[in-house]
């Protein structure tokens, strides 16, 4: 049976975007795969919302190098404070540990968010030369209110740094208008392309800091040694500094042709729906969502809570029935995960109640079976 990849990432990737990456003998200074990195480049700008003035980065890897070329703006004894909600967010806290700076973490009540006016308090507190947020926060499905927080502490520190691996593309996303330093993110996710990739954009003031001699950073993730090569290929011209996925890049630039002509805000409407369509199908199921406050809900993903059955035992006969959905990564919640990102379809929302209901109730989870997918038909034939 065909399977429909309801992960948080990869999820299910288009044919034309797979066979971009099957073209043969294609070296990195070769004419195709300059173009498709160039295309790429622009693209990110594109899907972050910023100009010219904002300088993007494709450095391999995926949302963790793209997280850890971040100390490439940071030098000895740095404050940062770390916006944690979950697991991702605590990532950077991990990251940082292993680098000569101060590291502080700010955490919700699991399922929550840190509010803008935490954040803003916490900042007057001390001297931060970088704060780190996660729009998406991928283990609870939470959303971080970021152009909220940004408008609160923009004046107050040097750098706001924001993961956006689970929103870009799939969130509104206006980096440079919120005035955010860093943008980043990863090509499996909502850009639905291949993993393999991380992406970022710098404003004009973290690309000063990129500048200072002092940067923390090694090599191989230093920002520092990337910038040429990203400069001369946007131009046209290859360069090196170490080979590039030559293949995932051509996918990615399919993936951006995609997007481009879907157009990015009914790229983020779509999402919306669906999102909403699979939590009107959950509730309506009588079950509980991770995410403890509505304006909190993502476009990404959702944590659905169980009572009674074991969320592997959910996962295992769910594959059986041709979708594959993501495990709970935290602690605190007995649950699994549904990725709603990428080229996911309202018609896909429908497939993932129906099969989680049947499933619930042959396993013998308390639901009430028959709400789930008429809860969703209802939405969609009437959601625009
Ligand atoms: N940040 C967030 C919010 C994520 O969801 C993930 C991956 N699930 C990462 C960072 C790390 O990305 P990667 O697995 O591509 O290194």
């Given at each position: 049976m065909d399977k429909l990849l309801l992960h948080v990432g990869p999820t299910t990737i288009k044919e034309d975007i797979l066979i971009a990456?099957?073209?043969?003998?294609?070296?990195?200074?070769?004419k195709e795969f300059v173009d498709a990195f160039s295309y790429s480049l622009k693209g990110l700008r594109y899907v972050m919302g910023v100009s010219k003035n904002y300088q993007p980065f494709i450095i391999p890897g995926g949302g963790t190098s793209a997280m850890e070329s971040v100390t490439s703006l940071l030098k000895n004894k740095d404050k940062v404070l770390v916006v944690s909600n979950g697991v991702f967010g605590d990532r950077w806290e991990q990251i940082f540990k292993r680098y000569p700076v101060e590291v502080k973490v700010l955490r919700p009540s699991p399922g929550s968010y840190v509010t803008p006016e935490e954040v803003e308090e916490e900042v007057q507190k001390d001297n931060y030369k970088m704060v780190t947020l996660t729009h998406v926060e991928t283990s609870t499905g939470v959303r971080e209110p970021i152009k909220d927080v940004a408008k609160r502490i923009r004046n107050k520190v040097e750098l706001i740094v924001v993961?956006?691996?689970?929103?870009?593309?799939?969130e509104e996303v206006k980096a440079e208008e919120w005035g955010i330093d860093v943008y980043l993110t990863a090509?499996?996710?909502?850009?639905g392309a291949p993993a393999g990739l991380g992406l970022l954009v710098l404003s004009p003031k973290a690309l000063e800091v990129l500048?200072?001699?002092?940067?923390?950073a090694g090599y191989y993730l230093n920002l520092r040694n990337w910038l040429p090569v990203m400069r001369s290929t946007e131009e046209g011209k290859a360069m090196y500094f170490s080979t590039p996925p030559v293949h995932v890049i051509m996918q990615l630039a399919e993936a951006f042709r995609l997007i481009e002509k879907e157009g990015i805000e009914n790229r983020i409407k779509r999402h919306s729906v669906i999102a909403s369509a699979i939590r009107t199908g959950i509730e309506a199921l009588g079950l509980e969502i991770v995410a403890k406050r509505p304006e909190s809900y993502s476009n990404t993903v959702t944590g659905v809570i169980l009572k009674v059955v074991e969320p592997s035992k959910v996962l295992s006969e769910t594959i059986n029935e041709g979708v594959e959905f993501a495990p709970g990564v935290h602690p605190a919640f007995k649950y699994f995960r549904i990725g709603h990102m990428g080229w996911v379809t309202p018609n896909d929302a429908i497939v993932a109640i129906s099969v989680i209901e049947r499933t619930l109730k042959r396993l013998g989870e308390p639901i009430r079976f028959g709400e789930g997918v008429k809860a969703v038909q209802e939405y969609l034939s009437s959601a625009r």
């Open positions: 990456g099957l073209e043969n003998n294609v070296g990195f200074t070769s993961d956006g691996v689970s929103s870009v593309g799939a090509s499996q996710k909502a850009l500048n200072s001699e002092e940067s923390i």
